[in-house]
């Protein structure tokens, strides 16, 4: 029962991770106590099904609306946001936009994105240290503060943390992982169910490898290694290098 | 990071899951599946349960935690085999198209339950 079980929750992929989890708690069985008095209770469910299920809200909802979802995420200080900036200066006057952004405090990343025409709503998860990610709930109360029926594509800038963003579906699309040259070359082996669950890399920063002895090459090999195939940009933000694969790329998938 | 908000809602599970017709029931014991690619700790996913059950049927509630390995299946040549470093490529092939079979796993698997008022009438 439990092998046919997880042998259905095919969804932990990360091609087949939007499927939604026909997965029900079969709370009424009863088996036999392990000791004296006790009795055990079979549960078996996702310790997020509450987020998955709602990320699965969200997604029908966007479906609906026609609207795109993308989520970026990235550790801190990798470039999100300078990406972001330089993607909708580009994009804007093609398509409709919209930004959440997410952070623990300050609201400094939603000034930074405004004035592209893509109306900005910014999170804070707790102003002294809160939730280190974004969920599928506060995604949902995001979105009342937009018209969904006059965009295109939603950007959610998750917060700079390669762990947790990694296991909270929020009903997005695409999902985009941001590292940059003067972090180490074996981001990808340390956080391995991030570059899983992703569908691209952006390599930033590649304007500062003259001054770094940062090997490129063995970057993208180590993220071909955990997701093969995976297609990797390399890009400045600063400079715009690699910036038109990387929009032609992006107008496809939403286009698809 | 997130580990006190995975506690809070194995709490909130585990008391949802607590048959009706047990009026003074105590969980005393919750076991759960961990996949070693899962973003937890289970040493911090124990701690935040400690605080997460407090003044709760749980509160004397032992985690067990069952670790469960990366296994990943080759889509071309179907071999299965554990990960046990980040290298997602088929073993036998060297092929990328790889699908990950366990090791994801954040799953609460059952509750042990004392109900102090049958215990009592034994």
Redesign the interface.
Known sequence: M?IDM??TQ?Y???KDFRKPSHFH?D?SV??E????????????????D?NDAMAQQNREMFAEKGVFVVNVMSSPGSGKTAILVKTLSHITLKIRCAVIVGDICTSNDADRLAGFGAPVVQINTDAFGG???LAAHVIKTAVNNFNLDEIDLLIIENLG?L??P??FDMGENLRIVVLSVTEGEDK??KY??MF?VCDAALLNKIDLLPYLDYDRKTAVRNI??????MPVFEISAKTEEGFNSWIEWLMQKIHK | ??EM??AM??VE??I????ADLVNARI??V??KVGK????VPESLRFCFQIAAQDTPLCDAALHIEEIPVVARCNHCNVEWTIS?????CRQCN?????????????????????ED??DA?
């Open positions: 439990l997880y042998k095919r932990y992929h990360h708690a709370k009863v088996t106590g392990k000791k004296r008095g006790a009795r055990e209770i079979k549960i078996v469910r996702r310790v997020l509450v939730d280190c990610h943390n762990v947790c990694a296991e990808s082996l391995p169910l899983r071909l290694q955990v997701n093969p195939g | 990071m997130h908000g995975i809602q194995i599970i585990a949802a899951s607590i048959p005393d014991r076991n759960l690619l899962a973003a937890v470093e980040p290298v997602f490529r092929g990328g198209s790889v699908e990950v079979i366990s090791g994801r796993e954040l799953d609460i698997i059952s509750i042990e339950v004392v109900d049958t215990t034994d």
